[in-house]
Nanobody, 127 residues
């Protein structure tokens, strides 16, 4: 049974930084073969893709976070990260990590492309 555990959220002032992590377990195949992504959802809004990383290490970012956020993965630790710098109040949301069901696939920012989801971690940025 696949399990994704999100952590690292918190409250920061605008301009601050946070690093989210997502510990994965229970995959049928090696963790490195699965594309992973970070998503967020603010109250009243739809869930949106923030960043993704494919099994080949290629990355994709939403325009709103380019140059400020960085996604990475440690395949030896089965852990996904999201380094968030220069945070803005509009970054406030619940953040979720997700994994695709197919192996050896590229990353994407489409919610429907992902099958497994973490429980979420709250990020609040104050002005």
């Amino acid at each position: 049974q696949v399990q994704l555990v999100d952590a690292g959220g918190g409250s920061v002032q605008a301009g601050g930084s946070l690093r989210l992590s997502c510990a994965a377990s229970g995959f049928t195949y090696m963790y490195s073969t699965y594309a992973m992504g970070w998503f967020r959802q603010a109250p009243g809004n739809q869930r949106e893709g923030v960043a993704s990383i494919g099994s080949d290490g290629s990355t994709t970012y939403a325009e709103s976070v380019k140059g400020r956020f960085a996604i990475s993965r440690d395949n030896a630790k089965n852990t996904l990260y999201l380094q968030m710098n220069s945070l803005k109040p509009e970054d406030t949301a619940m953040y979720y990590c997700a994994a695709k069901a197919l192996i050896f696939s590229g990353g994407s920012l489409a919610v429907n492309d992902y099958h497994y989801w973490g429980q979420g971690t709250q990020v609040t940025v104050s002005s």
